[in-house]
Every structure is written in C-alpha cells, then in structure tokens.
C-alpha cells in the first residue's frame, strides 16, 4: 500500500499532519508514502483532482484509489486506515 500526501507549505493543518505521519511511517516500515506540494506538483494535483490540502490518498498494490481522506486526521484514525489497508 502506498500513501500520497497532498500539502502547501502555508498550509497550517498540513504542518500539524507533518508530525503525525512520521510517527506512522516509523512504525510501519511496509507503509510507502510519497509527499506532494501542491504548490509544485500540479500534474500529480489535476491527475488526482485536488480541491483541498491536506488531502491523503491510499492507493492499493495495483495503484488504484482505496480511501481518500480531506483536512487535518487524528492519529488513531490514521493508524485505523494504514491498518485496515496494508494488505490491499
């Protein structure tokens, strides 16, 4: 399973998300995340159809779209989608 994270360096709810995913990623080594700003990655922003940052999407084994989640996330409920989702 694979994350991308859509954020903006103004963007106050992406800086406090910043935080919560390193602790996640430290504690799943199978979790791959890849990071967007979306300030600079406007292909990744139009394929993807950004409106709002943050926004995560969790992508399965074959890259297709398994949840998307929209604004700042509690840990537990990031830890309950990272998972519900590794085996996908």
Do not use: H
């Not at 996640?24 to 406007?42: A, G």
């Not at 700042?72 to 989608?81: C, I």
Request: net charge negative; charged share 40%; glycine share 4%.
């Amino acid at each position: 399973m694979k994350v991308l994270k859509f954020g903006a360096v103004w963007c106050v709810e992406c800086l406090v998300m910043r935080p919560l995913w390193e602790e996640i990623e430290k504690e799943n080594s199978r979790l791959e995340t890849e990071y967007f700003d979306v300030d600079e990655n406007q292909e990744m922003v139009k394929k993807y159809e950004i409106k709002t940052v943050p926004t995560f999407i969790f992508l399965d084994k074959n890259g297709e779209e398994l949840l998307r989640l929209k604004g700042a996330q509690n840990k537990k409920d990031l830890e309950k989608a990272v998972e519900e989702n590794m085996s996908r």
